[in-house]
């Protein structure tokens, strides 16, 4: 949840921790601070609220020059958002300062036993706690480096930290559990963060720390052991992509940006997975074609708008190829006791494949003995080293909080595992698959079309931006697509925004319906006559109790235009892959009445990018 950033190099340290926590910010901004080192000092400097007032306080007091530092942007966890409990956190003798994300589940006892030793606590947080402790471990003459290993060996929890000295202005030290951390290593400087983007500008080599790792980070080298000392294995790896997919490129938003780029990234997470024979290669997955042959049961385990791509793939799994397929709010699958045995796969998906939640439930999963595969869209996250195989998704960096671009190529991720399964194991003519490969080619093109018609969908937003509530309905693979529309109006409007199963109006939900209040239905294509149908009696149903109709249906579907206030048209697409194009226009409707509100879309309240947090 939090962004942490430390270098060491040549430059001024300030600068560059500030640029790499200006592109953290979507991970947490509750606050923001600083830690410098230079000529035996420690100096920090923090603020409550976005990264804007730490940089106004950095213009008023100018900091120490120097070439080591660290910075950290907050999301919340223990104690307020103040700038008392912003990061860093200092020990008694202000020689010692720790940033971290995370939480260390024993810091009360920790704590308690701290004040007991007479350690005055500042703050009310967990990281404090790390700091005093390391304080302890230091007077016994240890390195930092150490003092930091032994003091992880005794939290508990999910922790990234990051660690300077006052008296080693050519040392920053991390740690990593449960949490993300990645090392960037460029020439005469190296740098920690919670991910790349903070170094992307200065460098596109990276190294991925596993877990229960500890690493030591000078100008001219990086040692990396585990929390006994033990060195430890460590992969390199070269960022593929660089410095301006980080940026906004001229749009006012990163969510602008990401919903343009959503016809390049479906055409990227296709590309080099169909064969020129026209069968589709996902070798890179590493799960054997024998293994899925012995599938007997597939569950899907994901958050929020993976979660969403999850319920849809329930759709293309059962249709495609045919095997029974449970969704499960990755929060709540391990508190369960889901039957699993060898011939399960377990395919968890998330963007960022940090969320903890997911993580949990692969790791239940591995315990059973399922088969796991991640879908993730962010190379060297910890989902795809926890999983026996990844299809990674190439949507690019998705900095925004609201996940747009990621989403539809989730979509299509698992729409190529669900037609490469039937492809194995022949549950559907191989001329069926085919022809359904190469509407899925056309994709890109049709998302495409959507974008270019959607100013009346902005101008409807902005009408609407005073209303209170708006609901979503929807339909088979319509039903996730109206689910997901409203959670992008909750999170960026800050709405009462609610979806349903069209056909479960009548057992309840029907009651919300009065004069005036806005729905959005999103409409089958005709082609399924009898969903088709229903639906349309549905939109009728609201209407005649006074709900204003705003109806998404595929072009030319002219039985909706009796009942529709407002009609959205969407190019007309097979019904599985229909949620790629009736998605788009709920992203923009919800980005533009958040715009309209005078929200910020890219850092909506109380939320952050990755929940790495339980
Ligand atoms: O990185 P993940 O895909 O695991 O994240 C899961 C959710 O936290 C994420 O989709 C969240 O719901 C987004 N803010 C939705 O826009």
């Known amino acids: 949840m939090c962004g942490i950033v430390g270098y060491v190099g040549s430059k001024q340290a300030v600068e560059v921790v500030m640029e790499g926590l200006a592109r953290l910010e979507y991970r947490g901004y509750d606050s923001a601070g600083v830690a410098l080192v230079s000529d035996g000092e420690l100096s920090t400097a923090k603020r409550a609220g976005k990264l804007v007032n730490l940089r106004n306080l950095l213009e008023e007091e100018a900091p120490p020059a120097g070439t080591l530092g660290m910075g950290h942007t907050r999301w919340a966890t223990h104690g307020p958002p103040n700038d008392r409990n912003a990061h860093p956190h200092t020990d008694c003798s202000g020689s010692v300062a720790v940033i971290h994300n995370g939480i260390i589940e024993n810091f009360a006892t920790l704590r308690a036993e701290l004040e007991e030793r007479g350690h005055g606590l500042a703050s009310d947080t967990d990281t404090e706690t790390v700091a005093h402790l390391l304080e302890e471990e230091l007077k016994g003459g240890i390195g930092l480096a150490e003092a930091l290993r032994r003091v992880c060996r005794r939290l508990e929890g999910a922790f990234t930290l990051v ?16 949490s993300p951390l990645v090392v960037g290593l460029g020439d005469g400087e190296n740098f920690l963060a919670s991910d790349v983007a903070a ?11 596993g877990q229960d790792q500890v690493v030591e980070l000078r100008r001219d080298g990086v040692t990396v052991t585990d929390f006994d000392g033990k060195p430890a294995e460590v992969k390199e790896y070269h960022v593929d992509w660089d410095v301006s997919a980080a940026e906004k490129g001229g749009y006012d938003y990163f969510m602008l940006k990401e919903i343009a780029e959503q016809p390049r990234a479906v055409a990227d997470t296709l590309l080099g997975r169909i064969g020129a024979d026209g069968r589709l290669t996902l070798d890179e997955m ?15 385990v994901a958050c929020g708008t993976s979660y969403h791509a999850g319920l849809i793939a329930k759709y293309a799994i059962e249709h495609w190829a045919g095997l029974p397929c449970e969704v499960e709010l990755a929060s709540e699958f391990r508190y369960r006791d889901p039957i699993l045995s060898r011939t399960t796969l377990v395919i968890a998906i998330s963007q960022s494949g940090e969320t903890m939640d ?19 869209n962010v190379n060297g996250s910890t989902l795809p080293r926890e999983c026996d195989g990844v299809l990674y998704t190439h949507a690019g960096p998705e900095i925004a909080v609201a996940s747009t671009k990621a989403f539809l190529t989730q979509l299509v991720a698992v729409y190529l595992i669900a037609l490469y399964i039937a492809q194995v194991r022949g549950t559907k003519w191989g001329d069926e698959v085919f022809a359904m490969i ?20 902005r101008a409807l937003a902005r009408s609407l931006a005073d209303e209170r509530s708006v609901l979503f309905l929807g ?28 056909g479960e109006l009548k057992h309840g939900p029907i009651a919300l319906i009065e004069e005036g209040l806005p729905v959005i239905v999103v409409v089958p294509p005709r082609a399924r006559d009898v969903l088709h149908d229903k639906i349309v009696s549905n939109i009728q149903e609201i209407r005649a109790r006074g709900a204003r109709t705003i109806v998404i249906a595929e072009e030319g579907d ?5 009942y529709a206030d407002t009609l959205i048209s969407v190019p007309a697409v097979p019904t599985l892959l229909q949620p790629l194009v009736t998605t788009v226009p709920l992203q923009v409707f919800a980005c533009e009445l958040a715009t309209a509100k005078g929200h910020d879309v890219d850092q909506p309240r109380n939320l952050a990018k990755s929940v790495t947090v339980e």
């Open 163 to 178: 660690a300077v000295h006052a008296s080693d202005p050519e040392l920053v030290v991390g740690a990593r559990r449960n």
């Open 475 to 502: 339909r088979h693979v319509g039903f996730p697509v109206a689910l997901e529309g409203a959670l992008k109006l909750k999170e960026l409007a800050y709405m009462h925004a609610e979806g349903f199963a069209a």
């Open 199 to 209: 170094f992307i500008a200065h460098t596109r080599n990276a190294m991925e720390l």
């Open 286 to 300: 590493r799960i054997t074609d024998q293994e899925l042959r012995e599938v007997d049961k597939i569950i899907i």
């Open 438 to 457: 190469q509407l899925l080619e056309r994709m890109p093109e049709k998302v495409e079309k959507v974008l270019e018609t959607m100013e009346p969908v």
């Open 558 to 562: 002219h039985s909706v235009d009796p």
């Open 358 to 376: 997911a993580l949990m439930a692969v790791r239940h999963a591995r315990e059973q003995r399922a088969k796991l595969l991640g879908i993730c």
